[in-house]
């Protein structure tokens, strides 16, 4: 039997691919030290193309305007160039709307590639450049504590992380985040209030670390700019004890949240880098997928969904209260109770 | 049939987005028998990214079953069958985990071949991202600006009937070329042309040399008739092309197959068109597979099939989408406990993000037989439409469907079969007379998928009891105020005995009859209840033969009322449950 695993580690080395959507251009070279927010590659994701009716434009059959093109394939355009005529008395001509470059000529028409805002790769944890990938992106690595979360909003940044005011019970609301905590990553247990989201970004917050909020909020969380990481799931949930500990430990350090959504088919994941000095003996996480007694699971589903336990032993096909009769686990919970979760229902920590 | 010239074992595999099956088959007794099945979970996620492991790990488990060999010390599938016995003859696989294709459907009429390339689409895991028809408003470098943003895994391109109009089929196909040009080279979508047949030679030198193209018997031949069964083998083809590129381990399972990797849902609909070829009845069969990410429809008449599939309706990855399609009041109603919004919210995103995980309490069980229940409603509901409009039917109901197929693990692993045989009723709501049929071990794919390969071995498989016959459904249909008598039943058993029995309307009763046990029953609907027997207040003889639980009499109305009352609801279904597992 084996599991996906989740990492929340205290230390250890970090190495991530980090890839453009389409081939482009890598910014950066081996060894360089980049931050979360620099970018390490850019790429024209969406190009956006023109054509223009050449024999329209000086009001000739197609076939005729091919001899008063002025620019060839290849040729750079700033906005208002001439690229056609002039023809006839008032000296028709045809100049470029925007900045771009000539694709094609031909048949009464130019195909001109529009100069649009490329896409920035993000570096998503501080770190430095080990590897480059020709036209697609590189390889970044970093030691330091590693917290893996379930959703994100798809953005990226860095800040010094703090704690919401102990009384203010964790949940985030706009009566208990203030000016004070501008560019600052806030560390709170839930969201339920969709004017907190937008309130820490008009502050700005530099990012939210949340154990759960409300599924409601996902749509708005979505528009916001500010990076939003969920940890435990949706619902009202708190952080697991090892997250917390790990958090509070690490609260006043700069962190890098990539909020980044989770890809079920690359190793792509929201996750917290708080990154600290290396030990001379650090490796990478173990990548050890099998379930086994002794092994630290995290629980994926109610009714203990997010707690942390230890699999005493694994046993056979079960009937679960659902009526499901799956293989299950018997797991000894932070709490100390003891209880059989399908195997199918545990992730492995590590 | 019985007499087999080439005895070959056959292994076929099917990777589902949550497990991966291996069926070993092979003749005992002259027959095709179904030997064992291996599972493990699909390992496209992580920690492995690459399906090989889970079909690696599916085979070492159906090593351990049969004690037969099937990887060599190469890594590589034995095939033909070695020496020593380990091996198999012949292989083929059925492949539905990834993500759904992204496809644009090109056409000239909306209503015509624009219509027709989106239902073709629909009969695969896909997502119909845009469409570009004559009637487009928008101009030529918006279309082709538009094809670059959403890069296509696939163009479906019709128009023009066989001999018709080709000069703006062509204009047409001119922007989806000058896209494709504009785009990266391995970044280009695959296009199947579906249109004009007279076109072909002339779109290959066009277009052939920029993007590959692939041409399939016209999806329109005429205005008014749609014709997409030839092009299945041809769409199934370009999926397996596209799934070896996009998902790490699927090229392996091609090659081993010869190129026989066929999409989940298609292998599924080619079993259902059997069923639909064999059918003594004059009914369409229906088939329906629930699956993590998406269900599949199949509904076949006389070997006609209509396949469709419908992304975001799963049961799993599927969750997160759901309430695009589905309105939560809607889910609500079908819950037998009370349930908040939020909780059923918090259930969809949470699940969503752990597809392969169980609902292991009794709550999460309720919530995700009551996602089942709506989302058969909604996909019938869509196919119940599409068929009335076919057959020209002004009647609220289509006439039913014999027999009724289904499968995926929500249905198979339900914990009774009186679970999954009401999830089927109540989700499915059948009229008149039809057979309830679970496909327990998942195995209908993976007989699609060999089914090209070896027709033989389908039919011997599918007359060996492999199918689970849950049991007859006899449904009338009629207007009576609850409590009164609808229909009575006379049973002549096999040892000549008779029962009679009185449904009233609003019940649910069943007929005790052991698997596999003949017998007679004498309909009588009252009130000209419709039974399916020609018309309102007509019956007749039926003969039927036990299914696992007996013969169904579901008189509970079309559509099912539910009380709203909660208590009411759940006394109910605790009713139910007992009528079928008493």
């Given at each position: 039997m084996f599991s996906s695993v989740r990492h929340i580690l205290p230390i250890t080395v970090i190495r991530r691919e980090r890839y453009l959507p389409v081939p482009g251009k890598v910014l950066v070279r081996t060894q360089q030290k980049v931050a979360a927010s620099d970018t390490v590659a850019e790429a024209n994701v969406h190009p956006e193309l023109l054509i223009l009716e050449v024999g329209k434009g000086l009001g000739m059959p197609p076939e005729k305007a091919d001899s008063h093109i002025q620019c060839r394939a290849g040729d750079q355009l700033v906005e208002g160039d001439i690229v056609a005529g002039p023809v006839g008395f008032t000296r028709r001509l045809i100049r470029s709307p925007r900045d771009g470059k000539v694709i094609l000529v031909g048949n009464g028409q130019i195909l001109i590639e529009l100069s649009t805002k490329n896409y920035m790769l993000k570096a998503g944890l501080p770190g430095t450049v080990m590897e480059l990938i020709s036209d697609k992106g590189v390889i970044i690595e970093t030691t330091g504590a590693l917290i893996q979360g379930v959703w994100g909003n798809g953005r990226i940044d860095t800040g010094v992380m703090a704690r919401l005011p102990i009384e203010s019970d964790q949940t985030i609301t706009t009566s208990n985040i203030d000016i004070s905590l501008r560019g600052i990553v806030v560390l709170a247990q839930h969201c339920q209030d969709q004017q907190a989201l937008r309130f820490a970004e008009e502050l700005p917050l530099r990012g939210l670390i949340l154990a759960s909020m409300l599924p409601d909020l996902i749509p708005i969380a979505m528009k916001l700019q500010l990076p939003i990481i969920v940890i435990e799931g949706f619902g009202n949930r708190r952080f697991n004890g090892l997250t917390e500990k790990l958090l509070a430990t690490n609260e006043n350090r700069e962190v890098a949240v990539n909020a980044e959504s989770w890809n079920q088919y690359t190793a792509a994941r929201p996750e917290i880098v708080i990154p600290l000095p290396a030990t001379s003996s650090l490796t990478t996480p173990q990548v050890e997928t099998s379930l086994t007694s002794g092994r630290r699971v995290h629980i994926l589903r109610a009714p203990y969904l997010g707690e942390i336990g230890t699999i005493k032993k694994i046993i056979g096909i079960t009937e679960f209260p659902g009526g499901v009769k799956a293989p299950g686990a018997e797991v000894l919970l932070e709490s100390g109770k003891i209880q059989i979760f399908p195997i199918a229902n545990l992730e492995l920590l590590a | 049939?019985?007499?087999?010239?080439?005895?070959?074992?056959?292994?076929?595999?099917?990777?589902?987005?949550?497990?991966?099956?291996?069926?070993?088959?092979?003749?005992?007794?002259?027959?095709?028998?179904?030997?064992?099945?291996?599972?493990?979970?699909?390992?496209?996620?992580?920690?492995?990214?690459?399906?090989?492991?889970?079909?690696?790990?599916?085979?070492?488990?159906?090593?351990?079953?049969?004690?037969?060999?099937?990887?060599?010390?190469?890594?590589?599938?034995?095939?033909?069958?070695?020496?020593?016995?380990?091996?198999?003859?012949?292989?083929?696989?059925?492949?539905?985990?990834?993500?759904?294709?992204?496809?644009?459907?090109?056409?000239?009429?909306?209503?015509?071949?624009?219509?027709?390339?989106?239902?073709?689409?629909?009969?695969?895991?896909?997502?119909?991202?845009?469409?570009?028809?004559?009637?487009?408003?928008?101009?030529?470098?918006?279309?082709?600006?538009?094809?670059?943003?959403?890069?296509?895994?696939?163009?479906?391109?019709?128009?023009?009937?066989?001999?018709?109009?080709?000069?703006?089929?062509?204009?047409?196909?001119?922007?989806?070329?000058?896209?494709?040009?504009?785009?990266?080279?391995?970044?280009?979508?695959?296009?199947?042309?579906?249109?004009?047949?007279?076109?072909?030679?002339?779109?290959?030198?066009?277009?052939?040399?920029?993007?590959?193209?692939?041409?399939?018997?016209?999806?329109?031949?005429?205005?008014?008739?749609?014709?997409?069964?030839?092009?299945?083998?041809?769409?199934?083809?370009?999926?397996?092309?596209?799934?070896?590129?996009?998902?790490?381990?699927?090229?392996?399972?091609?090659?081993?197959?010869?190129?026989?990797?066929?999409?989940?849902?298609?292998?599924?609909?080619?079993?259902?068109?059997?069923?639909?070829?064999?059918?003594?009845?004059?009914?369409?069969?229906?088939?329906?597979?629930?699956?993590?990410?998406?269900?599949?429809?199949?509904?076949?008449?006389?070997?006609?099939?209509?396949?469709?599939?419908?992304?975001?309706?799963?049961?799993?990855?599927?969750?997160?989408?759901?309430?695009?399609?589905?309105?939560?009041?809607?889910?609500?109603?079908?819950?037998?406990?009370?349930?908040?919004?939020?909780?059923?919210?918090?259930?969809?995103?949470?699940?969503?993000?752990?597809?392969?995980?169980?609902?292991?309490?009794?709550?999460?069980?309720?919530?995700?037989?009551?996602?089942?229940?709506?989302?058969m409603q909604e996909v019938i509901k869509s196919t119940n439409i599409e068929n009335r409009k076919a057959a020209s039917m002004t009647s609220e109901y289509f006439t039913g469907f014999e027999p009724i197929l289904a499968t995926g693990s929500i249905l198979t692993q339900a914990p009774s079969l009186a679970h999954s045989a009401l999830l089927l009723l109540d989700g499915l709501q059948p009229v008149g007379i039809t057979t309830l049929i679970l496909d327990q071990n998942q195995i209908t794919p993976a007989l699609g998928a060999a089914s090209l390969i070896n027709p033989i071995l389908v039919v011997q498989i599918l007359n060996s009891n492999s199918l689970l016959h849950l049991g007859t459904v006899i449904a009338p249909v009629g207007f009576a105020r609850t409590g009164s008598p609808v229909l009575r039943v006379r049973i002549t058993y096999q040892s000549g005995q008779e029962s009679k029995i009185e449904v009233k309307q609003g019940s649910l009763e069943r007929i005790v009859l052991p698997y596999g046990q003949p017998a007679r029953l004498h309909l009588q609907p009252l009130l000209r209840y419709d039974i399916g027997m020609g018309a309102p207040g007509r019956g007749g003889d039926l003969r039927v033969t036990g299914g696992a639980l007996g013969v169904i009499i579901d008189a509970r109305g079309r559509p099912i009322r539910l009380p709203e009352k909660r208590n009411a609801y759940q006394d109910l279904q605790r009713k139910w449950f007992s009528t079928l597992e008493s």
């Open positions: - | 049939m019985t007499s087999l010239v080439h005895a070959e074992s056959f292994l076929v595999i099917d990777v589902g987005s949550i497990s991966t099956r291996a069926f070993l088959f092979d003749v005992v007794d002259q027959q095709y028998r179904f030997i064992a099945v291996g599972v493990s979970p699909t390992t496209i996620n992580s920690p492995f990214f690459n399906i090989s492991e889970g079909v690696r790990r599916a085979l070492d488990q159906l090593q351990e079953f049969t004690g037969r060999r099937f990887i060599g010390k190469d890594e590589q599938l034995i095939i033909p069958v070695a020496g020593d016995g380990s091996g198999v003859d012949r292989f083929a696989a059925s492949i539905s985990v990834g993500k759904p294709l992204n496809i644009v459907a090109v056409g000239l009429l909306e209503d015509v071949s624009l219509e027709s390339a989106c239902h073709l689409a629909s009969t695969i895991n896909s997502k119909l991202t845009q469409v570009i028809s004559l009637n487009d408003r928008r101009k030529q470098d918006t279309r082709i600006n538009m094809l670059l943003r959403v890069r296509p895994d696939l163009i479906i391109a019709a128009g023009g009937t066989n001999g018709g109009a080709s000069l703006t089929v062509k204009k047409l196909l001119e922007t989806v070329g000058l896209a494709c040009y504009l785009m990266p080279e391995n970044q280009r979508p695959e296009i199947l042309f579906a249109g004009n047949q007279v076109l072909e030679e002339e779109l290959k030198s066009i277009i052939g040399s920029i993007a590959p193209i692939h041409f399939a018997p016209n999806i329109r031949p005429t205005l008014e008739r749609e014709q997409l069964d030839p092009s299945y083998v041809h769409l199934a083809n370009i999926y397996s092309i596209i799934r070896t590129r996009q998902i790490p381990g699927a090229e392996e399972l091609y090659r081993w197959s010869e190129g026989n990797l066929m999409p989940t849902s298609v292998a599924f609909g080619r079993i259902v068109r059997f069923l639909s070829k064999v059918n003594k009845v004059d009914k369409r069969a229906l088939g329906i597979d629930i699956g993590s990410s998406a269900t599949t429809l199949a509904t076949a008449y006389k070997g006609e099939l209509s396949l469709k599939v419908f992304p975001g309706f799963g049961i799993g990855s599927g969750l997160g989408e759901l309430l695009d399609y589905i309105p939560l009041s809607q889910i609500l109603k079908f819950l037998p406990e009370e349930i908040s919004e939020n909780k059923l919210k918090e259930f969809l995103a949470n699940n969503s993000i752990y597809p392969s995980s169980l609902p292991a309490t009794q709550e999460e069980m309720t919530i995700a037989h009551g996602l089942v229940r709506q989302i």
